[in-house]
């Protein structure tokens, strides 16, 4: 599955990012540690992988579970790596904070128009 790397493949908060793998990363090695928690598919790229799961609560567990060992190990299986949560996660999440801000500083913006109108009203006077 080299071959295999969109991250946008999955559209599903269900996906773990493996980071800092080594370039002989083995996809076997990584089912391994990830198929504890759930069926998985393991796409492994050159020094990264993502793993997919099916339910979010297989996700959850693998996530909380594998941060653990790695805290502890600094290892899963004998790779160095790091965790995150796939980047269609971290984009949606990312987009609904850009979003919110984006809509306080339009209602700021709304307000201080509000604000000047009055104002300029009452100078004309």
């Not at 793993?51 to 060992?69: R, T």
Request: glycine share 8%; with cysteine.
């Amino acid at each position: 599955h080299r071959g295999d790397c969109d991250s946008t493949k999955r559209a599903t908060d269900m996906s773990i990012y493996i980071g800092s793998l080594p370039p002989y990363a083995e996809e076997a090695k990584l089912v391994e540690v990830f198929q504890k928690y759930g069926d998985v598919e393991v796409r492994v790229c050159q020094g990264f992988a993502f793993a997919d799961y099916e339910h979010q609560h297989q996700a959850d567990e693998a996530m909380f579970q594998l941060e653990i060992i790695l805290k502890k190990d600094g290892k899963l299986n004998g790779y160095n790596c790091s965790l995150a949560w796939g980047k269609r996660s971290i984009i949606a999440k990312y987009q609904q904070e850009l979003a919110e801000k984006k809509a306080k500083e339009a209602e700021k913006a709304d307000k201080a128009a509000r604000k000047d109108r009055d104002r300029g009203g009452r100078d004309r006077d």
